[in-house]
């Protein structure tokens, strides 16, 4: 099983950064502001046809069109999701949503959370998957990218006013990246057996003469960018459980690529685009020892097993309760470490049913901010939060004024970065208070005691972090937790946003100081071990408490069985 294991996630990484690597040289040019060659009088031709405005622009500027793209998304999308029933594309004649799960599946899409209060397959029509939530799905990844694009720049120029220009960034990352991308993998997809259509459901007869209806759809085209944006919305409730959306154990590799295929991608652009690839590198080594040691405790815990299972005469201790056999314990445990590290949701185990260490990982990973690979542009823009911490109190330990990559970090810079990593802390302990206090929130716990708080702690943890996975067991399909989770979505990202765009806005501006022989190295294994040390000691100060009241009672609880 050890042996299995290390193959599993030697080469999954292998793979990994052989993709990403290459990947990572066509961000870096768009970062630069170049557009891909061939299609450079193209763009021009499509500006003055759509008379964009494709001056750079500022911090405020930037920020106040990317808040405007996102909020008409989430205007049109919940539009959409009400009128479903009088819309075309709808062969079962499914209604529209009520307005509270409008609301939350609009703003989880916008948000590129994608939690899901509802089964794809019972409640949403085909043009409500394929012109709301995969459009969506294109477009919040974009945004995480764009807004990425920005902090990057803002470390690479000198003494500049400007950050580029939100609709140049957001139209040539969904044309040049994401859309391609896409349809390679959703091309794969439908070759390996996911479907892809948009014909009426098929009524059959089981072979105990029970009668039944086979769902269809256009699953591939979404089930792309859902990995590939790191969106994680489902097209059927069980998500990639399912044999349509993942048919196979290839498939659920290439799927599992998709997830941290531009998360990677963009710690080599960020290299590249500052002028120094070990700065890229630094980060990746960071991300990645964390990564290695959550996936192996998860695949120790699964293999582990229950206790529950052998007093009730179970032949093994492993726990393969909620897993599919198409798979196996190793790749379901893999999975959940990589869809709740990056910002993504999709699940092809259910994470309720791990054992109480097993699930509190990928909470855990939520919880600190999805920075280990992290979401498409979120995770390196929350990794660079840390990294800015990181210098900062490396700075105090030796007296000396914060820099990095040459740019003096001052006190308006850490103000922003505080409030920004503090953000996500707030709303699921805030969040998780107001759900266990009120009578509306606990309604929604079907499992009483420990597990039942691991759930709620979770369920607020993954819409705050933009994840949308979820422990399940909870009924979250009621007003009260379709908005509560809204608000955890939307201010989990947008809130973040603000203050990563102000960094980005105070940093342009600054001249690059010369490194002197005082200046911290952002490159060797010295800072790498620091930046683990202040991601894990954030993590363990905010919800230490909190964790030791779900997951952790929960496990205590088995260690006399």
């Known amino acids: 099983m050890a042996a299995s294991a290390f193959l599993l996630i030697a080469s999954f990484l292998l793979v990994l950064f052989a993709l990403a690597k290459p990947l990572g040289s066509v961000l870096a040019r768009l970062i630069e502001g170049e557009p891909l060659p061939g299609v450079g009088r193209v763009e021009s031709v499509m500006w003055k046809v759509l008379g964009s405005e494709t001056a750079e622009m500022s911090w405020e500027r930037y920020l106040a069109a990317i808040l405007a793209f996102n909020v008409l998304g989430l205007l049109l999308l919940f539009l959409i999701l009400m009128t479903q029933g009088s819309l075309p594309l709808n062969p079962q004649q499914l209604p529209g949503l009520s307005w509270h799960l409008a609301l939350n599946t609009a703003v989880s899409f916008v948000s590129n959370t994608n939690w899901q209060s509802y089964s794809g397959e019972t409640t949403l029509s085909y043009f409500s998957q394929m012109v709301g939530l995969t459009v969506q799905n294109f477009l919040s990844a974009a945004t995480g990218i764009a807004v990425v694009f920005a902090l990057i720049r803002a470390f690479s120029r000198h003494s500049a006013t400007t950050l580029g220009n939100a609709w140049v960034d957001l139209t040539r990352i969904t044309f040049y990246i994401l859309l391609p991308i896409s349809l390679l993998i959703a091309l794969f997809f439908v070759s390996q057996g996911t479907l892809q259509n948009i014909a009426a459901y098929q009524p059959f007869t089981s072979l105990e003469g029970v009668q039944h209806v086979l769902p269809m759809g256009p699953v591939a085209s979404q089930e792309a960018i859902k990995m590939l944006g ?20 290839l498939t659920n590799f290439v799927q599992m690529l998709a997830i941290f295929l531009i998360p990677t991608a963009l710690c080599f652009a960020f290299g590249e685009a500052v002028g120094d690839k070990r700065q890229g590198r630094a980060i990746l080594w960071a991300m990645g020892i964390i990564f290695v040691i959550c996936v192996v405790v998860v695949m120790w815990a699964e293999t582990q097993g229950n206790p529950h299972f052998m007093q009730l005469g179970a032949d093994s201790n492993i726990n393969m309760e909620g897993k599919e056999s198409r798979f196996g314990i190793l790749a379901s445990s893999l999975f959940s470490v990589i869809t709740t590290a990056a910002s993504c949701g999709a699940v092809n185990a259910m994470h309720d049913s791990f054992t109480a260490l097993g699930g509190m990982i990928p909470m855990w990973l939520m919880q600190i901010g999805e920075v280990v690979f ?11 939060l840390f990294v800015l911490l990181t210098v900062f109190i490396a700075g105090l330990m030796i007296g000396r004024t914060p820099e990095y990559l040459g740019k003096k970090i001052d ?26 206090m009120t009578e509306a929130g606990r309604a929604g716990i079907f499992n009483s005691g420990i597990h039942g708080f691991s759930e709620v702690l979770y369920a607020v ?26 608000v955890c979505m939307w201010f989990g990202r947008f809130a973040v946003i603000v203050p990563v765009l102000a960094i980005a806005g105070t940093l342009v501006t600054k001249k690059s100081q010369t490194a002197g022989v005082g200046t911290l190295p ?27 009241l779900g997951p952790v009672a929960e496990h205590l609880s088995f260690v006399n069985l």
């Open 230 to 249: 790191t969106n994680g919305g489902g097209f059927f409730n069980a998500n990639s459980s399912h044999p349509f959306e993942n048919p196979t154990a």
């Open 374 to 384: 992290g979401g498409v542009g979120s995770g390196l823009y929350g990794m660079l």
């Open 411 to 436: 006190v308006a810079e850490m103000k922003m970065t505080a409030m920004a990593i503090l953000v996500t802390p707030t709303l699921v302990l805030l969040g998780t208070a107001l759900a266990m």
């Open 461 to 486: 943890s993954s819409a705050a972090n933009n994840n949308g996975s979820a422990f399940a067991g909870l009924s979250a399909n009621t007003p009260f937790w379709n908005v509560l989770l809204a």
């Open 522 to 548: 952002t490159h060797g294994p010295l800072f790498i071990g620091l930046l683990i040390g202040t991601v894990l000691l954030v993590g363990a100060l905010t919800f230490i408490p909190a964790l030791a």
